[in-house]
């Protein structure tokens, strides 16, 4: 697992998020790199169940379970500013068996897919996040396998990055700056997914090309 | 050698065989020697010949039992062992399509060769340590007073001194550490890990350094029995050009006298931030060509001093030729590991033989590690 770096891509004017993705993904070919496959993160969201919350009426937190295409075997439940466990896939038949502390929110899956490319040692996943039905934005992630130090190689990917987003290239994360020589996880790309994730939940609909 | 040959050798009977052979050539030659004098002198003919006879026959009994004292000798000596006479490389002499992959003379010759080559290149710098070219007559002095003695020059050294070795360097820099093993016999294999960024395999010869691999910090290094893996490439590109250009670098140390010395310095070349920029960079100009960079930019190895000290980083792109005074180019093209490769480069080392075989003073070279 190397440094990895998510981000949002606007979807450009006038088009379709699935034309913009299109055009991303042909400036990569572009750009020398090969296509391997799909992925796809998914998200589901658990808060806790009233019955467990104390006397003081403290808010429930919200629990998050994400799978992730690349760790096949494995699934990721995190809080929004705690901890992140990492365990293997039996954890969904688990939260069923929890329902009495952790609840699903209503229509809270929310997901990305879209295709890999592998660009010398970079991997680039170009993705459509989709809740329900309906498209809602464009995810880009990019992975830098041989360094596993943030703090390292931030400036390779912020160019890498800059040279096919251009102008869109985001700023660094903010797990970045937690640690600064702590190797890089897993756990960090999907606290990365979750922060985007949350962003485009809040954001409005995308709308349709043409019609305001 | 003795180990092998008392299990069946007895050694007393040969060292007496040994001696009858050197009776019986005496006794052989006084044969001859009686021929060559001829008859002696004396009162009638028949006395003559009769005493040549009588002395002929003598010296040719002597002969007789000398040979027949050997023979009975040299069945009692006994033959070698021969199982394994040189343990799991003996096996392959019993190939019996020899002519079609003669692996075992091509071993054996392979292995005099270096030995003589060795031997041959601690000559050649004795000679020329005498003739020192060196404008400042007041380093010889110092130096001849900071080395203690004379550091051993054959190829076969106690493990033990290997092990100290390695252990003075692996103080030498904080965040580099050195993990010695010896899974194959007597040669070293060194894991060496820089910070967080990459692992290095070092494959050693006694103090020699025969091949090395860098690997990244999250890269499995250990196959699935759980020995070091020395054989499979790095899965990043970045760390494949960096093995290349570790490999020049070892080929480019070449002291046949001062090993250890070899090894400081090419570890000294491996310092943290120096590898992080020479990485950084080198992706760098990766996405700028866009994969174009193949055998075209063979790695050549600029040398220690080209390095900026302010910002401790390569003061130089990967064409530029190497100014360390070297007599011999190392555009080494097409890197695969394999033995072969380092013995064809030794080659060169020794046929042009410049005065930079002197020892270049590693030690001033050391980079400042805080600064990146």
Redesign the interface.
Known sequence: ??VTCVSQMPVAEGKSVQQTVELLTRKLEM??AEKQGTFCVDCETYHTAASTLGSQGQAGKLMYVMHNSEYPLSCFALFENGPCLIADTNFDVLMVKLKGFFQSAKASKIETRGTRYQY??FLVKVGTVTMGPSARGISVEVEY?????AS??W??LL??LQ?FLGSHTPGAPAVFGNRH?A?YGPADTMAQYMELFNKIRKQQQVPVAGIR | MADVLSVGVNLEAFAQAISAIQALRSSVSRVFDCLKDGMRNKETLEGREKAFIAHFQDNLHSVNRDLNELERLSNLVGKPSENHPLHNSGLLSLDPVQDKTPLYSQLLQAYKWSNKLQYHAGLASGLLNQQSLKRSANQMGVSAKRRPKAQPTTLVLPPQYVDDVISRIDRMFPEMSIHLSRPNGTSAMLLVTLG???KVIVVMRSLFIDRTIVK???ENVYTEDGKLDIWSK??????QKVTDHATTALLHYQLPQMPDVVVRSFMVGRSLSFV?EE??LR??E??QQ??SCSSAEAPKYSGLKNVDPSRGRLGGSVGEASDFGSGHDLAVRGFEPHVGLCADSLAPASDSVSPSLSAPPPLTLCLPLSQK
């Open positions: 697992m190397g750009l020398g010398c040692d396998g041989p360094c596993v130090v390292d190689c400036n390779l160019e890498f040279s020589d190797v | 967080k960024v990459l990244g910090y999250n790095s899965n990043y590109q970045v760390f992080l990485t950084n992706v760098h990766h996405i866009r994969l």
